[in-house]
């Protein structure tokens, strides 16, 4: 009986530890998979996000605040982000340091100033209006051509009509997207410019001239300039790629800058939302902006269809036949893709990124407008790097709801986010991409790594076919390949040899893509001047940084300023 009793109370012992030892397992898997849980998504809704107001805006303007051309403090947060979603620094990943380290600037700052021989605006001869052509990025840059083209013949320029009738139908005014006030006065010592077109002149008969395209100083002091004696309003009807990229006068070059990086500023609106989700982006660590060319649009017009169903080829088939100012419909897919004239597609563009060693943590910035097919096409990509973010993921509606039917101003959301990434990587080099790689070689040549879309879809149809795989062996060609196409300075490429006429022309580097050597020069070697750039802005020197948060790796280098 005795022996009996204490089996019982052994076995009562037993049975009570056990279950007192699985309750604490599953009481301490309950905290890690709660905490883990609440790690995913950072706490947007946190009153440390709050979009500034108009009147804060004005405020932080008066009293000095850096803009998002220049580095700022890092986000304050109400809660610091879970460790879990930071960058893993040390996860033995093969030279991690270099993937997000920029390329030797060798002492190139922004020189914009202009000469001594450089004169104010005098006594106009008459008004210049233009209608703008094109996306934000097409936009912009004959803005600012059309700026030089009003000091080339001495007009008053009238604030440009941006594009209404192009593919996207946005219905957005100058002053919707860029700061109109900013623009007038930055540029009063250049040429003089006005809102709106005098009264006694809204009637008067206007001389409508597509100018040619490319063209140098000559074309519009004699043959422009000699409108004026028959009219007092001249009306550009298109603005894209009207200046030649190279061989005008250096003050005209300079001019261009000018307004391209600090006249041609956007609106406080859009700017205060750009900036917010470059701090939004910041929280997780150094980050990727990927402009994912893979939309409706851009499909349509290059008439590439690798990896589409028949009934997207079609679809894309139709649009392009159906738009009038698309010159050419007939277009071979299979021949576009293999000399590089495609987009990579959004599987192409995860083999590339892990072939360069990239880690699937890795924290990446879609710029894009809605991708063509939707999640159907972003399964691989995702599977390799489920951190991707978007405008959509990183606010929420009521934030976006300003800008959300203006496909304008979103793409300038994506143009602020793109330009303050730790690197920049473009699916395709089209008018966005040229441009915010332009930006960034000006703002201290951050790192952009532009891809070799003829050599990677030869090697990626190669894992199509079996005949190589992804390993080592790939990445290692892979990265040889993009060594040298990282956004290291270089002078613009001019023309191809033996193009003629407008192909000469057409084959050039565009002005806006490497403003080097007309924009940026070289000065003595200093302490600190591999990693900041100083630019005269407004009569005083402004610092540009590009360590952003990499953090504890850059600074245990010693290259980043305390």
Avoid at 539 to 561: D, K, L, N, Q, W
Wanted: aromatic letters at 10%; charged letters at 25%.
């Amino acid at each position: 009986m005795q022996k009996r009793r204490c089996r019982s109370l052994v076995l009562l012992r037993t049975v009570l530890s056990c279950a007192i030892f699985v309750i604490s397992i599953i009481a301490l898997l309950s905290v890690h998979l709660h905490i883990f849980l609440f790690s995913k998504v950072p706490a947007f809704s946190d009153s440390s996000y709050k979009l500034p107001s108009q009147h804060e805006i004005g405020h932080q303007r008066l009293s000095g605040e850096l803009r998002w051309t220049q580095e700022f403090s890092p986000p304050q947060f109400a809660k610091v982000p879970p460790p879990s979603q930071k960058l893993n620094v040390a996860n033995g990943n093969r030279d991690f340091e270099k993937l997000w380290k920029p390329p030797q600037s060798r002492d190139f700052v922004p020189c914009v100033e202009p000469s001594p021989l450089y004169s104010r605006p005098t006594e106009s001869r008459g008004y210049l209006l233009v209608h703008t052509n094109g996306g934000l990025n097409q936009m912009r840059a004959g803005i600012c051509d059309m700026v030089a083209v009003a000091r080339i013949i001495n007009a008053t320029l009238v604030i440009p009509e941006l594009d209404k009738r192009s593919f996207w139908q946005d219905s957005s005014n100058f002053s919707d997207v860029f700061d109109e006030d900013h623009f007038i006065s930055a540029l009063a010592n250049d040429v003089r410019v006005i809102k709106k077109l005098p009264k006694e002149l809204r009637t008067a008969t206007r001389g409508v001239k597509h100018f040619r395209s490319w063209s140098g100083i000559d074309y519009y002091q004699d043959e422009i300039a000699r409108m004026w004696e028959e009219y007092q309003v001249i009306r550009a009807a298109k603005s894209d790629s009207r200046l030649a990229n190279n061989n005008l006068p250096p003050d005209i070059q300079k001019l261009r800058c000018r307004v391209h990086y600090e006249a041609l500023r956007f609106a406080p609106r859009v700017e205060a939302m750009g900036k917010l989700l470059v701090e939004r982006m910041r929280s997780y660590g150094p980050y990727i902006a990927l402009h994912l060319r893979y939309e409706k649009d851009m499909l349509a017009f290059s008439g590439c269809t690798h990896g589409l169903s028949p009934a997207e080829a079609d679809e894309l088939t139709m649009i392009r036949e159906n738009t009038a100012y698309w010159k050419v419909k007939d277009i071979d897919s299979r021949e576009q893709r293999s000399k590089g004239y495609c987009p990579l597609t959004p599987k192409e563009v995860g083999m590339f990124l892990a072939a360069l060693g990239y880690p699937s943590n890795t924290p990446i910035y879609i710029a894009a407008g809605e991708i063509y097919g939707g999640d159907k096409h972003m399964t691989d990509l995702l599977s390799r790097f489920p951190l991707l973010m978007s405008k959509e993921k990183l606010a929420s509606v009521e934030e976006l709801e300003p800008f959300t039917c203006h496909a304008t101003q979103m793409a300038a959301l994506d143009y602020i986010v793109s330009v303050e990434s730790d690197v920049f990587i473009p699916s395709y080099s089209g008018n966005m991409a040229r441009a915010v790689e332009g930006h960034r070689r000006f703002l201290g040549h951050r790192k952009t790594i532009s891809p070799d879309r003829k050599a990677l879809v030869h090697l990626f149809d190669k894992i199509e076919r079996g005949s190589i795989k992804e390993g080592k062996g790939l990445s290692d060609r892979i990265v040889e390949i993009h060594k040298r196409r990282q956004g290291s300075p270089r002078k613009r490429k001019g023309p191809i040899s033996g193009t003629k006429g407008m192909e000469r022309f057409r084959s050039e580097e565009a002005f806006y893509v490497n403003p080097l050597p007309d924009c940026l020069c070289q000065e003595p070697a200093s302490i600190n001047t591999s990693y900041t750039s100083s630019s005269r802005v407004g009569g005083v020197f402004v610092h540009y940084y590009y360590c952003y948060s990499i953090g504890a790796t850059t600074e245990a280098a010693g290259r980043c300023p305390l």
